[in-house]
Protein backbone atom coordinates (compact mmCIF):
# COMPACT_ATOMS: atom_id res chain seq x y z
CA UNK A 1 0.00 0.00 0.00
CA UNK A 2 1.71 3.15 -1.31
CA UNK A 3 0.63 6.40 0.38
CA UNK A 4 2.34 10.23 0.13
CA UNK A 5 3.52 9.68 3.81
CA UNK A 6 4.31 6.39 4.27
CA UNK A 7 3.34 2.59 2.73
CA UNK A 8 2.68 -0.33 3.93
CA UNK A 9 3.54 -4.26 3.15
CA UNK A 10 3.65 -7.58 5.09
CA UNK A 11 6.50 -7.50 7.51
CA UNK A 12 10.15 -9.04 6.68
CA UNK A 13 12.29 -9.69 9.53
CA UNK A 14 15.49 -9.47 7.36
CA UNK A 15 14.98 -6.40 6.27
CA UNK A 16 12.51 -4.56 9.73
CA UNK A 17 13.67 -5.46 12.56
CA UNK A 18 16.57 -3.69 12.59
CA UNK A 19 14.85 -0.26 12.19
CA UNK A 20 11.87 -1.23 13.98
CA UNK A 21 13.92 -2.02 17.51
CA UNK A 22 15.69 0.82 17.03
CA UNK A 23 12.39 2.54 16.76
CA UNK A 24 11.39 1.11 19.93
CA UNK A 25 13.91 1.98 21.91
CA UNK A 26 12.93 5.50 21.62
CA UNK A 27 10.25 5.06 23.85
CA UNK A 28 12.32 5.07 27.31
CA UNK A 29 9.70 4.38 29.49
CA UNK A 30 8.18 1.11 27.67
CA UNK A 31 4.38 2.41 27.49
CA UNK A 32 4.02 0.89 24.04
CA UNK A 33 4.25 -2.70 25.17
CA UNK A 34 1.54 -1.90 28.17
CA UNK A 35 -1.41 -3.23 26.71
CA UNK A 36 0.56 -5.76 23.99
CA UNK A 37 0.57 -9.61 25.10
CA UNK A 38 3.78 -9.78 24.45
CA UNK A 39 7.31 -7.70 24.75
CA UNK A 40 8.94 -5.28 25.68
CA UNK A 41 12.15 -6.78 24.84
CA UNK A 42 15.39 -5.84 26.26
CA UNK A 43 17.72 -7.58 23.47
CA UNK A 44 17.35 -7.39 20.22
CA UNK A 45 17.91 -11.23 19.42
CA UNK A 46 14.61 -11.71 21.65
CA UNK A 47 12.64 -9.34 19.54
CA UNK A 48 14.34 -10.37 16.11
CA UNK A 49 12.75 -14.32 17.18
CA UNK A 50 9.23 -12.71 17.42
CA UNK A 51 9.09 -10.68 14.66
CA UNK A 52 9.97 -14.22 12.56
CA UNK A 53 7.54 -16.20 14.64
CA UNK A 54 4.63 -13.32 13.63
CA UNK A 55 5.95 -12.52 10.15
CA UNK A 56 5.13 -16.90 9.73
CA UNK A 57 1.50 -15.79 10.45
CA UNK A 58 -1.25 -14.91 8.10
CA UNK A 59 -3.65 -14.41 10.90
CA UNK A 60 -2.87 -12.17 12.74
CA UNK A 61 -1.07 -10.62 9.60
CA UNK A 62 1.57 -8.25 10.37
CA UNK A 63 1.69 -5.25 8.35
CA UNK A 64 4.80 -3.08 8.63
CA UNK A 65 5.00 0.62 8.60
CA UNK A 66 7.63 2.32 6.67
CA UNK A 67 8.06 5.95 6.48
CA UNK A 68 8.61 7.43 2.72
CA UNK A 69 11.09 10.09 3.59
CA UNK A 70 13.84 7.59 5.37
CA UNK A 71 12.96 4.53 4.58
CA UNK A 72 13.03 3.60 8.14
CA UNK A 73 10.45 0.84 9.49
CA UNK A 74 8.70 2.71 12.08
CA UNK A 75 5.74 0.77 13.43
CA UNK A 76 3.85 -2.37 12.73
CA UNK A 77 -0.32 -3.02 12.80
CA UNK A 78 -1.85 -6.36 11.76
CA UNK A 79 -5.02 -7.62 10.23
CA UNK A 80 -6.23 -10.07 13.07
CA UNK A 81 -9.28 -12.24 13.55
CA UNK A 82 -10.08 -12.47 9.41
CA UNK A 83 -13.28 -14.29 8.46
CA UNK A 84 -13.65 -13.90 4.78
CA UNK A 85 -16.81 -15.72 4.87
CA UNK A 86 -18.67 -13.15 6.63
CA UNK A 87 -16.90 -10.32 5.76
CA UNK A 88 -15.33 -9.13 9.01
CA UNK A 89 -12.05 -8.57 10.02
CA UNK A 90 -9.74 -6.37 12.41
CA UNK A 91 -6.84 -4.70 12.77
CA UNK A 92 -4.76 -4.69 16.20
CA UNK A 93 -1.40 -5.41 17.14
CA UNK A 94 -0.58 -2.02 16.81
CA UNK A 95 2.81 -0.99 18.17
CA UNK A 96 3.73 2.78 16.20
CA UNK A 97 7.35 4.05 17.76
CA UNK A 98 7.83 7.41 19.33
CA UNK A 99 9.00 8.31 15.12
CA UNK A 100 5.36 7.60 14.35
CA UNK A 101 3.16 8.86 16.60
CA UNK A 102 0.99 11.92 16.01
CA UNK A 103 2.48 12.08 12.26
CA UNK A 104 0.52 12.41 9.05
CA UNK A 105 2.14 9.01 8.05
CA UNK A 106 0.19 7.36 11.32
CA UNK A 107 -2.96 8.81 10.02
CA UNK A 108 -2.27 7.50 6.44
CA UNK A 109 -1.13 4.42 7.49
CA UNK A 110 -4.59 3.58 8.93
CA UNK A 111 -6.63 4.58 6.37
CA UNK A 112 -4.51 2.86 3.17
CA UNK A 113 -5.49 -0.37 5.65
CA UNK A 114 -9.08 0.76 5.69
CA UNK A 115 -9.48 1.30 1.71
CA UNK A 116 -7.32 -2.46 1.42
CA UNK A 117 -10.46 -4.15 3.49
CA UNK A 118 -13.56 -2.42 2.14
CA UNK A 119 -12.38 -1.17 -1.02
CA UNK A 120 -10.31 -3.58 -2.70
CA UNK A 121 -11.66 -6.70 -0.54
CA UNK A 122 -15.18 -6.09 -0.07
CA UNK A 123 -15.33 -6.99 3.49
CA UNK A 124 -18.35 -5.15 5.24
CA UNK A 125 -17.03 -4.71 8.86
CA UNK A 126 -14.14 -3.88 10.07
CA UNK A 127 -13.20 -4.13 13.35
CA UNK A 128 -10.90 -2.08 16.36
CA UNK A 129 -10.22 -3.73 19.71
CA UNK A 130 -8.37 -2.93 23.21
CA UNK A 131 -8.24 -3.01 26.68
CA UNK A 132 -10.90 -0.69 28.55
CA UNK A 133 -7.53 0.70 30.62
CA UNK A 134 -6.29 1.65 27.22
CA UNK A 135 -7.05 5.64 26.88
CA UNK A 136 -5.20 6.44 24.05
CA UNK A 137 -6.33 3.40 22.06
CA UNK A 138 -10.02 4.36 22.84
CA UNK A 139 -9.01 7.92 21.79
CA UNK A 140 -6.99 6.61 18.55
CA UNK A 141 -10.48 4.12 17.53
CA UNK A 142 -12.90 6.97 17.98
CA UNK A 143 -10.79 10.03 16.20
CA UNK A 144 -10.14 7.35 13.06
CA UNK A 145 -14.12 6.85 12.71
CA UNK A 146 -14.53 3.95 14.87
CA UNK A 147 -17.97 3.20 16.56
CA UNK A 148 -17.84 2.20 20.01
CA UNK A 149 -20.33 -1.24 20.23
CA UNK A 150 -19.79 -2.45 24.27
CA UNK A 151 -17.15 -4.09 26.88
CA UNK A 152 -16.25 -7.82 26.93
CA UNK A 153 -16.34 -7.89 30.74
CA UNK A 154 -12.74 -9.37 31.50
CA UNK A 155 -12.53 -10.87 28.08
CA UNK A 156 -9.20 -12.43 28.35
CA UNK A 157 -6.03 -12.58 30.89
CA UNK A 158 -2.12 -11.24 29.20
CA UNK A 159 0.76 -10.37 31.57
CA UNK A 160 -1.24 -11.75 35.04
CA UNK A 161 -4.24 -9.41 34.57
CA UNK A 162 -7.84 -9.28 33.65
CA UNK A 163 -8.79 -7.58 30.51
CA UNK A 164 -11.81 -5.73 30.06
CA UNK A 165 -12.37 -5.31 25.88
CA UNK A 166 -13.89 -2.38 23.94
CA UNK A 167 -15.22 -3.38 20.84
CA UNK A 168 -15.73 -0.74 17.74
CA UNK A 169 -16.65 -1.29 14.52
CA UNK A 170 -16.56 0.59 11.31
CA UNK A 171 -19.42 -0.55 8.71
CA UNK A 172 -19.34 -0.73 4.69
CA UNK A 173 -22.08 2.06 4.33
CA UNK A 174 -19.72 4.20 6.46
CA UNK A 175 -16.89 3.93 4.94
CA UNK A 176 -17.62 6.58 1.80
CA UNK A 177 -18.12 9.45 3.97
CA UNK A 178 -14.93 8.55 6.10
CA UNK A 179 -13.54 7.64 3.24
CA UNK A 180 -13.72 11.38 1.90
CA UNK A 181 -13.18 12.76 5.28
CA UNK A 182 -9.22 11.29 5.45
CA UNK A 183 -8.67 12.07 1.80
CA UNK A 184 -9.13 15.60 2.99
CA UNK A 185 -6.99 15.90 5.98
CA UNK A 186 -4.32 13.78 3.90
CA UNK A 187 -4.10 16.31 1.26
CA UNK A 188 -1.03 18.58 1.73
CA UNK A 189 -3.13 21.53 1.77
CA UNK A 190 -4.34 20.52 4.75
CA UNK A 191 -0.71 21.34 6.55
CA UNK A 192 0.89 24.51 6.90
CA UNK A 193 4.53 25.80 6.27
CA UNK A 194 5.12 23.87 9.44
CA UNK A 195 3.37 20.88 9.01
CA UNK A 196 0.67 21.64 11.32
CA UNK A 197 -2.55 20.47 10.15
CA UNK A 198 -5.09 22.90 9.18
CA UNK A 199 -9.05 20.80 10.17
CA UNK A 200 -8.34 18.29 12.17
CA UNK A 201 -9.84 14.94 11.28
CA UNK A 202 -12.44 14.81 13.49
CA UNK A 203 -14.28 18.19 12.96
CA UNK A 204 -13.72 16.26 8.86
CA UNK A 205 -15.73 13.77 9.89
CA UNK A 206 -18.51 15.61 11.48
CA UNK A 207 -18.80 17.98 8.73
Known amino acids: MEGRYCRVEPV?????????????????????????????????????????????SDDPFVHCVIERSSGRAVGVASYMRIDAAAGVIEVGGINYSPLLQRTPAATEAMYMMMRRVFDELGYRRYEWKCDALNAPSRAAATRLGFQYEGLFRQATVYKGRNRDTCWCSILDREWPALKQAFERWLDPANFDAAGQQRQNLSNLRSG
Not at 21 to 38: C, I
Open 12 to 56: DPGRDAVDLYAAYQLDKEGRNWTYLPHGPYSRFEDYLKYLERAAA
